[in-house]
T-cell receptor, first 113, second 112 residues
Framework: DVKVTQSSRYLVKRTGEKVFLECVQD?????MFWYRQDPGLGLRLIYF???????EKGDIPEGYSVSREKKERFSLILESASTNQTSMYLC????????????FGAGTRLSVL | GESVGLHLPTLSVQEGDNSIINCAYS??????FIWYKQESGKGPQFIID?????DKRQGQRVTVLLNKTVKHLSLQIAATQPGDSAVYFC???????????FGTGTRLKVLA
């Protein structure tokens, strides 16, 4: 089974803090994604990466950055957390060929106070 | 508790009945579609997929129907069980892109 693991289920941070969300996948997938999920808005893509050290902005990259130093690990960084970044963050991975099914982690619920 | 899904449409179904969840997709160029199930406190879980060269695909207790003319996708769950209670949403993509467009979802409640 594909396993996508997010390091934290719940996080509480203060405004202005630097926040790291970590994601690891064990299927040797080329593609990895970070989404945020908010009520009534569906999943919105923040960033994705199609290879090590490669990244592309998604639909809402402002206030976020990412890092992919190893194939299995994709990190989302909030440089200076703000209250409007309180959300559920979901990591996903997919292979490059075939159906490109995205497999998701359990999510990190981040609260910024 | 979970705040995802507070504003979602809800479908309530008696245990044992069939459920039909609908999705209107947005891009006429989309050629691949997925249904996901998201239980409370968990990440989305793949249920079933369909390519645009098909109009129906069946899995175990689930069937996906695709109507490209009206850009409509539906998920049918046979003999709905309490464990089917979750939020269901569709996702669409097209060849040559890694990006998906996700629907906002429907909450399925199974009544005992």
């Amino acid at each position: 089974d594909v396993k996508v693991t997010q390091s934290s289920r719940y996080l509480v941070k203060r405004t202005g803090e630097k926040v790291f969300l970590e994601c690891v996948q064990d299927m040797d997938h080329e593609n990895m994604f970070w989404y945020r999920q908010d009520p009534g808005l569906g999943l919105r893509l923040i960033y994705f990466s199609y290879d090590v050290k490669m990244k592309e902005k998604g639909d809402i990259p402002e206030g976020y950055s990412v890092s992919r130093e190893k194939k299995e690990r994709f990190s989302l960084i909030l440089e200076s957390a703000s209250t409007n970044q309180t959300s559920m963050y979901l990591c996903a991975s997919s292979g490059r060929t075939g159906k490109n099914i995205q497999y998701f982690g359990a999510g990190t619920r981040l609260s910024v106070l | 508790g979970e705040s995802v899904g507070l504003h979602l449409p809800t479908l309530s179904v008696q245990e044992g009945d069939n459920s039909i969840i609908n999705c209107a997709y947005s891009n006429s160029a989309s050629d691949y579609f997925i249904w996901y199930k998201q239980e409370s406190g968990k990440g989305p879980q793949f249920i079933i997929d369909i390519r645009s060269n098909m109009d129906k695909r069946q899995g175990q207790r689930v069937t996906v129907l695709l109507n490209k003319t009206v850009k409509h996708l539906s998920l049918q769950i046979a003999a709905t069980q309490p464990g089917d209670s979750a939020v269901y949403f569709c996702a669409e993509t097209s060849s040559g892109t890694y990006k998906y467009i996700f629907g906002t979802g429907t909450r399925l409640k199974v009544l005992a």
